[in-house]
């Protein structure tokens, strides 16, 4: 499955080449528009983010690594002529080797991260954006080592304001766990919080460079894990569709005693549906 995820994510930056190589129909203001609305995760938009993660040295020996296709749709819902209700589904795929010692290889999907924001359709009057609701962990991981064999729930938000091209705020959320996966009782109970602060540039040609920190903190270990991203994307259309493409690194600032250590690559490619 490695290799599988591997080849799709060439083919998939293969198109981009090509496609930047012609001219750039999506290139002006409607283009611009939409790469801020991308930056935005409770924006009125349909989307489908492919995210790739590569991550090495990961384990108390440093010998593992891991490679992560995040499936990642985000569908807004126009639920009263003020709020909208916007749901963000996070579907890891992985495929890891070594992760501890005598770990061994392990490929399939992980757990699904599912959350709703309630978000008002129009900023406030000091033009902040933001949205609330619940966050939940669904035991969908088809390997122990994949998943953490609990049914999960807890608060999220992201708040946040753009002005000029730029995009700055935060998204977070906490869980705990409120039930074990059948079998699975004697798995140490789950209350992680995540949080990320994300700044972002849009310039009128659709490009954005962006930073965050994708940080977590287990509060039962007293661990956290904190990967800094730095990223380019470019949207521009393949046919009629928006496409964004995004390419980057990750350092990992701090880390745990399962998380990677070091350097790590990302790369997304992100079908856009504009109404």
Request: glycine share 8%.
């Amino acid at each position: 499955m490695r290799y599988s995820i591997l080849s799709l994510a060439l083919a998939l930056f293969c198109v981009t080449a090509h496609a930047q190589s012609a001219p750039d129909e999506a290139a002006g203001n409607d283009a611009s528009e939409l790469a801020k609305k991308l930056s935005n995760p409770v924006a009125s938009l349909i989307s489908a983010p492919f995210q790739f993660n590569y991550d090495s040295k990961i384990g108390p020996d440093e010998r593992g690594h891991r490679l992560t296709m995040n499936i990642q749709p985000v569908v807004p819902i126009s639920i009263s002529d003020d709020w909208n209700l916007i749901s963000r589904t996070i579907l890891p795929v992985t495929s890891q080797a070594d992760i501890s010692p005598g770990s061994g290889s392990q490929s399939g999907i992980g757990d699904i991260t599912q959350s709703l924001f309630f978000s008002p359709k129009a900023p406030t009057a000091g033009g902040i954006i933001w949205g609330a609701g619940p966050a939940f962990l669904l035991p969908t991981a088809t390997d122990d080592l994949l998943g953490a064999k609990k049914w999960g729930l807890g608060p999220t938000l992201v708040v946040l304001k753009q002005s000029h091209g730029l995009t700055y705020g935060f998204l977070t959320n906490q869980i705990w766990s409120i039930a074990s996966v059948k079998n699975n009782r004697d798995r140490a109970p789950l209350s992680s919080l995540f949080f990320q602060p994300f700044l972002s540039y849009t310039t009128p040609t659709a490009w954005t460079y962006g930073v965050n920190a994708e940080s977590t903190y287990d509060w039962h270990a007293h661990q956290a894990a904190v990967p800094l991203n730095f990223t380019v994307a470019k949207l521009t259309r393949l046919g009629k569709l928006p496409v964004s493409f995004t390419g980057g690194v990750r350092y990992w600032a701090a880390s745990s005693a399962t998380s990677p250590h070091g350097w790590g690559y990302r790369a997304v490619v992100t079908l856009l549906f504009p109404k």
